[in-house]
């Protein structure tokens, strides 16, 4: 399953949410623990039957959402003796259960199961068979797409989504990853409809009659529930490419042919490379990708067919830009079926060793597709995703067993940080050793299920590598280095020492300090000299000899290990990296250390590389994000210097940076970008419109409502502007937010709007603020799942601890994961904040109570010194006056010093 943000590099928020179902993190202020209150361990199920075969038969009433089946289960015992089958059963009407020979046999519905009496001890040693006849109207699992009056032109589609626990709600099931078994499935479906299933097409029956077709789909290698699905509408099917004998087909709704081929064009020749580096030929009959409508992820590995959203299709124009997504997520599909398919993940507590690799296997295709840089740079920017999730929400290992549902752990750390373990093990085991340990895991382990261990184990029955030590810091506990370097030069001795320490708290039981192997390069007037050190301590002093004095030295260029650096060698080295270094991403590391600097000399560097056309779009793309972190007004003219840049990347990344500028010439050059029809790239539109309302300037606000509605693919203008109406803190907008989050608009501009009204809404005044939280908890209910999700982080954003209470009833009645898991952080974070103020408040009340008694001290200190001023009711002679008064003043002093020590105490 994809997130789908797989290849999306350099795109801007709303081109990644526009695919991705969301939900996977709720960004925080710092970071929380990941289990909330509730949550428990979840262990691996008994498995008192041996599922071997199902067989569904199915029919649908489309006017009223639903659908009968029969359900045959041919399952053997594991032991002598069993009496009764339990299956995974969700709001399933159970109509009959019979044994093979026809003979009824008794059953009882549970909340969510269905439990059949056996009538006798069954033996071990014999199959039986039970068939179930049901009916249902599934609320999860199998899914209706129809026209409706807001939408007119929706497509008619059925479709499925079992990960991780949905299958039972549309068949009966034993419903666990380690359990496989092999399918069949008989679609009953109108005329003209194509059904997509798993496997092979058995047969295709026409009933003219019935003005139906039946298609029998049969798959021969085992798989677990979640994986069996349904595809099924009025479909372009487009046939590719074969590849070793296996059928390659595109799959869309009528009239998306050229899309379909623009999207997934490169699928055979990424069979083909990756059957090459894996060792083993693809394993299943044929493989599909079928583009669906308001699909809930961004793809579905399904057995041999793939269910990816249809906002994957695009047309020529956003081609530049969203090619790169469309392959990251075909990639990341194609790979699970090896890793997640064929090889599947026992529990869902090791899920790792089917996204982490999904996610590895993509950036290897860009390694073979784009070449070195391009794969470094995957790498750079899956770390950054989950460094952002692990400071701003949660640290947690690889392997996590506690969770309220499945879903919670489909985050940054099972993905990309995964990702980038697997990229440091191949670094550790070196090439040869990588790719033996990955064909003997495949071929030892194809067609069974697999937890962390069986890894471990193979890569020590291929290699004689005993990489324990790795899998206990990396996958067994959470974090990462935190690396603080210093560099000296000896020029007596040639000498260059390198001061390194790790940052890191190392004293719970997440964190470690590393063992890493770090490569540090030089360069000198001689050459690239290369030196791998290996960390082992918290602090070290490397002593380097080099043959001249270096003109920069670098940590880790290429960005082999999962870490941060704080690392600051000057100016010099930095410019002279930032054109030699001869890896791209460390070129970027060093664009961003002369952006922490912002001297006239590295902000000079930085704008001739920006337009420097020789260097990688990536580069040039990050130097414009090094620009805006000095803020100086150089740096803005370079940006608007280079916001006419060839590659869109650049474009869009030159107009992100813009919007760190809140002046009218950085709004004067975004707004060219958008005057007329625009900018021939839908999405450096998109980012400008974005930036343009974070310039806060007063023009902007009209610019932004003239391009709403703005046609463009996924509707990604109309979606940035309103985020940018939102950064304008302009709270005029919020009658046109709201009108956006109308059921009928696009499902990308509700989001972005319900988005924005959590940002723009703590500006407003108290009777528009409440009409923001009503509105945005009342999206908590919506019809589109990516909108619910979109609330939740806009409440949380909204800051109104009233929320809490919505939040909480939504999540409770929720079945989507995401939604529950959601629900449940924006509370903690709105129920912190409401306690935060109160703390605040209270300390408001300490001190006004403070103030109070120090001020009635002070009058009462002033009546006595009144009492005993010459002339006074208590005067005496001058001499007694002077001695009088001097204890009162020091008594004044005293109490006003404790009055600003007891403020200070309490600040």
């Known amino acids: 399953m994809s997130a789908a943000t797989r290849g999306l590099t350099g795109l801007d928020a709303e ?216 595809a099924a509408a009025e479909f372009d099917v487009i046939e590719a490419d074969d590849v070793d004998g296996a059928p390659i087909q595109y799959l869309g709704p009528k009239g998306s042919g050229a899309d379909l081929r623009r999207a997934f064009g490169r699928t055979p020749e990424m069979v083909r490379h990756f059957a090459s580096k894996i060792g083993v030929a693809y394993p299943f009959a044929k493989y599909a990708t079928v583009a669906i409508h308001d699909f809930t992820f961004g793809g579905m590995e399904n057995t041999s067919a793939t269910t990816m959203t249809d906002a994957i299709l695009h047309d020529e124009r956003a081609h530049e830009d969203f090619f790169e997504a469309a392959d990251g997520i075909t990639a990341h599909e194609l790979a699970h079926q090896w890793f997640g398919d064929l090889l599947t993940c026992r529990e869902w507590a090791h899920g790792w060793l089917n996204e982490s690799f999904a996610t590895y296997f993509d950036a290897l295709w860009i ?132 001061t390194l320490s790790q940052q890191q708290r190392a004293d719970d039981a997440l964190t470690s300090v590393y063992r890493v192997p770090l490569e540090i390069v030089a360069m000198t007037s001689r050459g690239l000299q290369r030196f791998t050190v290996q960390v082992t301590e918290a602090s070290h002093s490397f002593v380097l000899p080099l043959d001249a004095e270096p003109r920069w030295v670098a940590i880790d260029p290429a960005y082999r290990v999962l870490r941060t650096l704080d690392f600051a060698p000057g100016e010099a080295q930095l410019k002279a990296r930032l054109t030699e270094d001869p890896e791209a991403v460390g070129r970027i590391e060093a664009a961003k250390g002369l952006g922490k600097l912002a001297s006239p000399g590295a902000i000079e560097a930085l704008r001739a590389a920006l337009l420097d056309e020789a260097q990688p779009a990536i580069v040039r793309a990050e130097i414009a994000g090094a620009l805006v972190d000095t803020k100086a007004e150089a740096a803005r003219d370079a940006l608007v210097e280079g916001i006419g840049a060839a590659p869109s990347r650049v474009r869009r990344a030159v107009a992100a940076a813009l919007g760190g500028y809140r002046d009218e010439v950085a709004a004067k050059a975004l707004t060219t970008l958008l005057a007329g029809r625009g900018d021939r790239s839908y999405y450096v539109q998109s980012a400008a419109a974005a930036a343009l309302g974070a310039t806060r300037q007063p023009s902007a606000f009209d610019a932004l409502t003239k391009v709403l509605g703005r046609p463009a693919h ?108 959601n629900t449940r952080v924006a509370a903690r974070a709105l129920g912190q904040r409401a306690d935060k103020g109160a703390e605040v408040q209270a300390l408001k009340t300490d001190l006004e109570k403070l103030q109070q008694e120090n001020q009635g001290l002070k009058d009462r200190l002033t009546k006595i010194e009144a009492q005993l001023t010459p002339g006074g009711p208590a005067s005496t002679s001058a001499h007694g006056a002077g001695r009088a008064k001097s204890p009162a003043r020091r008594a004044t002093a005293a109490s006003t010093g404790n009055g600003r020590r007891a403020r200070g105490a309490r600040a």
């Open 367 to 498: 390694e073979h597709d784009r070449g070195h840089d391009d794969f470094r740079y995957e790498i750079l920017q899956d770390a950054r995703a989950y460094l952002a999730e692990d400071s701003g929400a949660y640290r947690r290992p690889m392997v996590q067993n506690v969770y309220h549902g499945p879903i919670d752990i489909f985050d940054r750390h099972l993905y990309e940080r995964g990702a980038v373990i697997l990229d440091m093990l191949r670094t550790e085991l070196g090439e040869e050793a990588w790719w033996a340990a990955i064909r003997h895991y495949v071929q030892a382990h194809r067609g069974r299920d697999v937890v962390t261990h069986d890894f471990q184990r193979a890569i020590e029955a291929a290699t004689g590598r005993n990489v324990d030590w790795f899998f206990n810091q990396w996958v067994w506990r959470g974090g990462h280095p935190e690396f603080k370097a210093s560099y000296a030069w000896d020029a007596a001795n040639r000498l260059a020492t390198i």
């Open 714 to 821: 996924n509707d990604v203008i109309t979606a940035a502007a309103l985020g940018g109406l939102a950064a304008l803190r302009d709270t005029r907008a919020i009658d046109t937010l709201v009108e956006y989050t109308q059921w009928g608009r696009h499902q990308s501009a509700r989001r972005a709007a319900t988005e924005a009204l959590g940002r723009l809404g703590p500006f407003a005044e108290e009777p528009v603020r409440l009409r923001v939280r009503e509105r945005l908890e009342e999206l908590l209910d919506d019809r589109s799942l990516r909108v619910q999700l979109a609330a939740t982080d806009a409440l949380a954003a909204l800051g109104d601890a009233r929320a809490i209470g919505a939040l909480g009833a939504a999540g409770g009645r929720a079945l989507e994961g995401r939604l529950t898991r």
């Open 15 to 230: 081109a990644l949410a526009c695919l991705s179902g969301g939900g996977l993190a709720l960004a925080l202020a710092g970071r929380e623990a990941f289990v909330l209150p509730g949550d428990q361990p979840v262990w691996g199920r008994d498995r008192p039957i041996d599922v071997q075969h199902v067989r569904l038969e199915l029919s649908f009433d489309l006017a009223r959402r639903s659908l009968a089946g029969v359900c045959t289960t041919t399952l053997r015992p594991r032991m002598d003796g069993l009496r009764e089958a339990v299956f995974d059963a969700k709001e399933l009407a159970i109509d009959a259960v019979e044994d093979e020979t026809g003979r009824a046999l008794p059953f009882t519905i549970g909340e969510h199961s269905l439990r059949i009496d056996l009538g006798r001890a069954r033996s071990a040693r014999r199959t039986l068979t039970v068939v179930v006849r049901y009916h249902a109207t599934p609320r999860r699992g199998l899914y209706f797409n129809a026209p409706d009056a807001g939408y007119p032109d929706r497509p008619t589609q059925i479709w499925t989504q079992g990960q991780p626990e949905d299958s039972p709600y549309w068949f009966p099931c034993f419903d666990y990853p380690g359990e496989k078994f092999t399918t069949e499935l008989l679609a009953t479906v109108p005329a003209g409809w194509f059904a997509l299933s798993n496997g092979r097409l058995e047969s295709r029956t026409e009933q003219a009659r019935a003005k139906t077709s039946t298609f029998h789909w049969v798959q021969d290698v085992p798989h677990p529930a979640y994986l069996v699905t349904l």
